[in-house]
């Protein structure tokens, strides 16, 4: 069964770093283009980066642009996103997806989710 499993949220002031962890189990990741995106309270899920599976196409929100970095290594079965410079608006729940088909950074693209991890960003 193929399962996503975030990990690496928390609490954290502005100005901090966080890096969210995904674990791929049932599946392999190398064929999959992975995305993160996030979902704030009464907000639409958005997307914050995405990777294709040869990491020769990486996409970041403008939101995100020159903070956060998307990573995957796939002898661990796990893509990261590391998340610096943190901002209270980028408080929200973070999902990472996976899609083999590919596509672009938008949820309605992705098949497979995990369950969420909360980041929130306060002093």
């Known amino acids: 069964q193929l399962q996503l499993v975030e990990s690496g949220g928390g609490l954290v002031q502005p100005g901090g770093s966080l890096r969210l962890s995904c674990a791929a189990s049932?599946?392999?990741?190398?064929?999959?283009?992975i995305g993160w995106f996030r979902q704030a309270p009464g907000k639409e899920r958005e997307g914050v980066s995405c990777?294709?599976?040869?990491?020769?196409?990486?996409y970041y929100a403008n939101s995100v642009q020159g903070r956060f970095s998307i990573s995957r290594d796939n002898a661990k079965n796990t893509v990261y996103l590391q998340m610096n410079d943190l901002k209270p608006e980028d408080t929200a729940v973070y999902y990472c997806?996976?899609?083999?088909?590919?596509?672009?950074?938008?949820?309605?693209?992705?098949?497979?989710w995990g369950q969420g991890t909360q980041v929130t960003v306060s002093s």
């Open positions: 997806a996976a899609e083999r088909l590919g596509g672009p950074c938008l949820a309605r693209y992705f098949s497979s």
């Open positions: 049932g599946f392999t990741l190398d064929y999959y283009t």
């Open positions: 990777v294709d599976r040869t990491e020769s196409s990486i």
